[in-house]
């Protein structure tokens, strides 16, 4: 007969065990995405980030494809690739501070967190509110505390902590809405995808004059912007 303590002792076992195969499948996606990854950092990060902890249960299996996931509302957790690529054309660096439309479950969020360190901040908009909670659990639970989830329509940025040094946008605009080019730091970058049926990547850079410089990263598939800039 098995104590109560020794159960508990067998599921925390367990627990342990499977963390440690989680750990495996992502070291395994992360190698097969050396296409994508060219930057270390990057690389790093997307290793020490635990994406099955940012999906629903029924799905922690597939955390590790390199696929979108369903997390409710219609709304998807982006695909690893697509998180890679976003987070290389972003430039992160230590320190900076990071405003993110669409927070989804929060994953790309952790990522952007983990490489703007201790130092630097990610604000993350959400519309849906059950998302919002979702986003606020799993980075709670994997304990990413320098990244702040906001309940808002990210259409129209978040003006309270603009600049950005960063603005990435995680939903499909129709446009690229007026706010979040204002929202930019002077020296900035900002990626949008952009288009309706056929989307574009777009990354933006302002230069130190304000000026907008614009350019086309290839098609991509993102659920809408929707909002007072957005569809
Ligand atoms: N970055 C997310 C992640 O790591 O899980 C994936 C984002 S999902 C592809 C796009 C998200 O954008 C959805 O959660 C959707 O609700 C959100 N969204 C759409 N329009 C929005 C808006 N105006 N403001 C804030 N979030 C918006």
């Known amino acids: 007969m098995i104590s109560e303590e020794g159960r508990g002792e067998k599921t925390h076992k367990k627990e342990i065990e499977e963390e440690k195969e989680f750990e495996e499948l992502r070291k395994r996606l992360i190698k097969g995405l ?34 979108p996931l369903d997390i409710g509302y219609g709304q998807t957790i982006s695909a690893p690739h697509m998180v890679a690529i976003m987070c290389e054309l972003l430039e992160l660096s230590e320190g900076h ?24 901040h990610v604000y993350t908009v959400e519309r ?10 799993n980075l709670k ?3 990413y505390n320098n990244v702040t989830v906001i309940l808002e329509d990210g259409s129209m940025g978040y003006s309270r902590y603009a600049p950005y040094d960063r603005i990435t946008v995680t939903c499909a605009a129709p446009r690229i809405p007026e706010p979040l080019l204002d929202q ?24 130190l004059d304000g000026n907008i410089h614009k350019k086309k990263k290839g098609g991509v598939v993102f659920v809408p912007l929707i909002g007072k800039y957005g569809f």
């Open 34 to 67: 050396e296409f994508y990854i060219l930057e270390e950092r990057v690389r790093e990060a997307m290793l020490r980030v635990p994406r099955h902890k940012f999906v629903p249960e029924y799905e922690q299996r597939a955390a590790y494809t390199d696929t």
């Open 97 to 120: 501070k990071v405003l993110e439309i669409g927070s989804g479950s929060g994953y790309n969020a952790a990522v952007m967190g983990e490489l703007v360190g201790k130092s630097g």
């Open 128 to 137: 849906i509110e059950p998302l919002v909670h979702f986003a606020r659990e």
């Open 141 to 143: 639970e994997t304990c």
């Open 184 to 207: 930019l730091k002077p020296g900035g970058i900002m990626v949008i995808p952009v288009g309706n049926y056929s989307q574009e990547l777009i990354r933006i850079k302002k230069d």
